[in-house]
């Protein structure tokens, strides 16, 4: 702590502090406090007439004008990013009103504010962009004048951005730094603008080891981390699930109910990890952060913000207009982000077009915030969003013999259209300042509706006639949930503590439907087996409680991060005819379970720049509802086949152990992290169990009734799954832009000990190498990006469950498709034309390479018939170009 003092020549005086941390309280201010501040500040002996900001040679220069032209007395603290000084026996009289606040008023500082605190108290207060300030006090012959230098980043990501200080929004306050036992990547707003991400895809095309399976009708399926995907990774928004991946039969519904516009940040964390995210999400948890108020208006240090943007991609003739618009008016701020999406079928490479579905896409987005702000440490806000995306589809008549359906289909066409809605009230308390018991707190409560329609027509050749069909189906996921965290910072003699507790309650209720219709001669009729139901209507309760407590010991080097979670699960269904007809007669089941679950994060830094970290975790996975309870039924020439009920059906429950090595220095960084993760119960959804010898499809072959296949979710009682991920990056000069060199890698394996086979999930080995450059000034930069997937591993031949031969047993292998390595090579760039405008264009798979992604076609027969149409519809685009305009004013 230094002290401010009025010098009589004005000399120059050098700020130099240690981090001590300023008197906060938690309560807000009463309007009589405020009144009493008023009334009282002509007992201060100086007055604050005129503050004003000057560019110099190496930063900016504030100047605070005094009526009487006295220093004033005060106290400076450094706190973290901010450098805070406290004036005594003064007050404002500004022309404006008594404050005063400059958002980014040069690159490297976030903020400067000056607010009377008290009735002869005035706070200035400096906010770095991730790093602490230079403040020197310089002589004047007028109040007080301040030196203000930006320090420089040492700490870069692999994407050239700061990690000293992201506030994670899933986690409360618990931010991302070196000392972080995990891997974590954060993506943020301007970065999803300049990779022009269209999606989720897009934006995580650059991370080796994660992979976002796509299926053209059901969208994006969700996202694999670590060689896990579907269910076992939890999606959030703003900390709230989204709903569950629905994967049987040709019905692939997936995970795309966010639309990334609306985000102020992707969080990514591999791995099961802290016990605040859950222990269910044992391949990791990936949190839809959006936009709030403050980040925009801080972009531009007004309390208003507009923006429009524009982007256009020739991959699929794809259009994207995003208007927003952000206002602050007293304490109140507002926000509104709408998003409009129009494209068509995927323009791909090599002879694969024919392959390709005829498709319109749209989809509208609307997200708006109301935020009252008590004070700089607490807010109450409330959201609304709206989510529509429909996908209207013609299929290509290459495709149909590969369709789950009649060989004499001839003809389809489908509407899939999603919904989602959800509002939430959450009120924050931050305060790390505070000397009371409570430095955060967060109360959530929300409600969240889902609704995914089928709506399909195809016309079927029947002994010379056609046949016309409809099927309506629908998939509703409807969640109304509350949870609380709080924090608490305190010291035991030579320990820090960073106590973290809270709790998660929700409800969920699933529902599916399934309509089918014959039309003919005009007339619609109801088929004898319809309306249908996959799984019984079913409520989810969900408690989740936890603790967990970051421990730091003497300077700092040593932490220790232990943390416990119990949940319980109760699972209810109700009895509907129209899924125990399915069942013949067998009733769905109840299921109730609960665990507790262990971790402990270990963190050592022998030197400055230098961090080891290691972390168990053990994690805890339910049956959901619909592999507990399941009735699929598909009458079809060849191969009739079911799926039934599993109530046996366990909770998966894993062991996860990773270790991992951080380097940091001002020009060169390095990340490697191990993992090992061993699985119990592993839940496999649909696994071919034998043929039913007493019921047989409609449609024979050679005079002969075929028995139906019988799939159904069983437990794999021992798996496992390791690898490796690297990051590293090299900046070619000490100061700011330059040339960089940036490198990733993943690589993972992962085994069925059971049967001994590879587990079909895993990714195969990726790398990414990036040469970019960015002007000292920001004003341009650009990136030559170089992706190599390796082929990957075998698979093992299974049975072929096709087969009725000898009595029924398969006779055969199946032949999994597995798709050659391939290399890309992309360029991006973009140009800020002035502070408010700026393009951003890229060209991708410039040497127009043929290729398919493993995560979308895992599942095709190479040997079938039909190979070449099921994986021609996986077909990845061309060279493609997209281009965008973003206008801030």
């Known amino acids: 702590m230094s002290k401010l003092k009025p010098i009589v020549s004005y000399s120059l005086l050098t700020i130099s502090c240690i981090c001590i941390l300023p008197v906060a309280t938690f309560a807000n201010e009463t309007p009589s406090q405020n009144n009493q501040v008023n009334s009282a500040q002509n007992a201060a002996s100086t007055e604050i007439t005129a503050i004003n900001i000057q560019e110099s040679d190496q930063g900016i220069t504030l100047i605070i004008e005094t009526a009487n032209g006295k220093t ?103 931010n991302v730094d070196e000392t972080t036992p995990a891997n974590v990547t954060i993506i943020n707003r301007e970065q999803i603008e300049k990779q022009q991400a269209r999606d989720v895809r897009d934006l995580l095309r650059y991370e080796p080891g994660i992979s976002v399976p796509y299926d053209s009708r059901g969208g994006l399926q969700g996202i694999n981390l670590r060689g896990l995907s579907g269910n076992r990774v939890n999606l959030q928004v703003d900390g709230i699930r989204l709903p569950y991946e629905y994967n049987y039969g040709a019905t692939r519904l997936g ?76 304490n109140f701020d507002t ?77 389809l066409q489908e509407e899939v259209t999603t919904n989602r809605e959800r509002f939430s009230l959450a009120y924050q308390y931050d305060d790390p ?54 924090r608490s910072d305190f010291n035991v003699g030579n320990t820090k503590h960073r106590l973290t507790s809270g709790f998660d309650i929700s409800n969920t209720y699933n529902e599916r439907n399934y309509f089918n219709f014959i039309t003919t001669t005009g007339t619609r009729v109801n ?103 399941f009735a699929f039924r598909a009458d079809i020439p060849f191969r009739p086949h079911k799926g039934i009920s599993n109530p046996n059906l366990q909770a998966e429950t894993s062991n996860n152990f990773e270790l991992g090595l951080r380097s940091r220095s001002q020009q060169f960084d390095f990340d490697i992290t191990g993992f090992y993760n061993r699985y119990s119960n592993f839940i496999e959804p649909s696994v071919f169990v034998g043929f039913d010898p007493n019921d047989f499809g409609t449609f024979r072959t050679a005079g002969r009734a075929i028995p139906f296949q019988i799939f159904q979710a069983q437990n794999i009682p021992d798996a496992e799954i390791y690898g490796l991920e690297i990051k590293t990056a090299y900046r070619f000069s000490k100061e700011p832009g330059g040339f960089s060199l940036k490198g990733a890698l993943g690589w993972q394996v992962g085994n069925n000990l059971t049967r001994d086979i590879p587990l079909t ?18 004003k341009w930069g650009a990136e030559l990006i170089g992706t190599f997937v390796a082929k990957s591993r075998e698979q093992a031949l299974v049975d072929d469950q096709t087969s009725v031969q000898n009595g029924g047993q398969p006779t055969r292998k199946i032949d999994f498709y597995e798709p050659d390595a391939y290399t890309l090579v992309d360029f991006v760039g973009y140009y800020n034309i002035n502070p408010n405008l700026t393009l951003t264009a890229g060209v991708y798979n410039i040497f127009n390479t043929e290729y398919y992604q493993y995560a979308d076609v895992r599942s095709i027969n190479r040997s079938a018939a039909t190979f070449e149409a099921q994986r021609g519809r996986y077909a990845q685009p061309g060279t493609n170009f997209a281009v965008g305009l973003t206008w801030r004013f």
Do not use: C
């Open 72 to 174: 004033p007395e005060g106290e400076i603290i450094d706190n973290d990013t901010d450098v805070v000084i406290k004036l005594t026996d003064v007050k404002l009289n500004l022309p404006d009103g008594n404050n005063f606040l400059k958002n980014q008023p040069m690159e490297g500082i976030n903020s400067i504010s000056v607010t009377q605190t008290s009735a002869t108290e005035v706070e200035i207060k400096i906010t770095g962009n991730g790093t602490l300030p230079n403040v020197e006090q310089v002589e004047n012959q007028q109040g007080l004048t301040l030196s203000i230098i930006p320090t420089p980043k040492t700490v870069l990501t692999e994407n050239n951005q700061s990690e000293d200080s992201i506030e994670l929004s899933v986690v409360g306050t618990r």
């Open 255 to 330: 995970r795309d109910f966010v639309d990334i516009e609306t985000l102020n940040a992707l969080e990514i964390f591999r791995g099961n990890n802290s016990a605040a995210l859950g222990s269910d999400a044992l391949g990791g948890t990936v949190n839809f952060a959006t936009a709030s108020t403050r980040e925009f208006l801080e972009s531009i240090g007004k309390n208003s913000y507009t923006s429009l943007r524009a982007q256009y991609s020739s991959k699929d003739s794809g259009f994207v207009g995003t208007f927003t618009q952000a206002n602050r008016l007293d």
């Open 335 to 411: 926000l509104f982000i709408y998003t409009r999406r129009d494209s068509g079928s995927l323009d791909v490479a090599g002879g694969n077009s024919i392959y390709q579905d005829d498709q319109d896409r749209t989809r509208n987005n609307f997200l708006g915030k109301l935020t009252y702000n008590f004070n700089e440490q607490s807010f109450l806000e409330f959201t609304g969003e709206y989510f529509n995306n429909v996908t209207d589809s013609k299929f290509s008549t290459a495709n149909l013999p590969g369709m789950i359906f009649e060989a004499s289909t001839q003809d």
């Open 433 to 486: 300042n505070s000397k009371s018991w409570l430095q955060f707190a967060r109360a959530h409560i929300y409600y969240q509706n889902a609704i995914t329609e089928e709506d399909s027509n195809r016309s079927v050749r029947t002994a010379g006639t056609i046949r016309t069909e409809a099927a309506e189906k629908d998939l509703t996921d409807r969640v109304f949930g509350v949870n609380l965290q709080l």
């Open 527 to 629: 088929a004898p087996t319809f309306p249908q139901k996959d799984f019984p209507d079913s409520d989810t309760f969900r408690l989740g409680t936890y603790l967990q407590n970051e421990i730091s010991f003497g300077n700092g080097q040593v932490k220790l991060i232990p943390g416990l979670r119990f949940d319980f699960y109760n699972l209810t269904t109700a009895n509907n005819p129209e899924f125990t007809q399915k069942q013949q007669g067998i009733d769905a089941v109840n299921y109730s379970t609960s665990a507790i679950s262990p971790s402990l994060g270990i963190v050592y830094e022998p030197s400055p720049g230098l961090t080891l970290f290691s972390r168990y975790s053990r994690g805890f996975r339910p049956p959901l509802y619909s592999e507990l309870n």
């Open 761 to 778: 999930t895993i990714n195969p080995l990726q790398a990414v190498i990036g040469l970019g450059y960015q002007s000292p000034n920001d």
